[in-house]
């Protein structure tokens, strides 16, 4: 299989530092800084989207050894195990992480967002705009997603 390297392109800066604490991610706002290699103009135009896809890595997990089992997310044994890509935990290969993040500011080299489930120091590796063409309709999904989900992004 190819393999290739990946370089971040920012960091986040939040008030949340623990890996363990996974929800109520709503209300926290971040700035990611972009590296200086991209120059002060590398987020213009942003600012006219009201949101962004933030695709980072969750570096402070380890991959698992085997994916070939499926598992209840979050280990809770009151959910039905799934596959590894019926998941978006961070024990995942590759470890990346995407999330839909509010927009806030714009100011040269740095990203303010609401709602970006990544701690303090996580390398981001890519920024693209939300599109409304590219989101999706009906969406659907079991209901103990729902459940399972109801507190992430509460603030």
Known sequence: ???F???PIGT???DRTDVQHSDHWGAVRSTITIDERFGDACLQGLEGFSHVDVLFIFDQFPEHDDYREP???RGRADLPPVGIFAGRGPRRPNRIGVTCCAIESVRGRE???VG???VSGTPVIDLK???TEFLPVNVQQPEWVSHLMSEYFQP
Do not use: C, G
Request: proline letters at 10%.
């Open 5 to 7: 390297e990946i370089n």
């Open 111 to 113: 990203l303010t967002v």
């Open 116 to 118: 970006l489930d990544a």
């Open 12 to 14: 986040v800066l939040n």
């Open 71 to 73: 598992r209840p997310n």
């Open 1 to 3: 299989m190819l393999s």
């Open 129 to 131: 705009p939300t599109m």
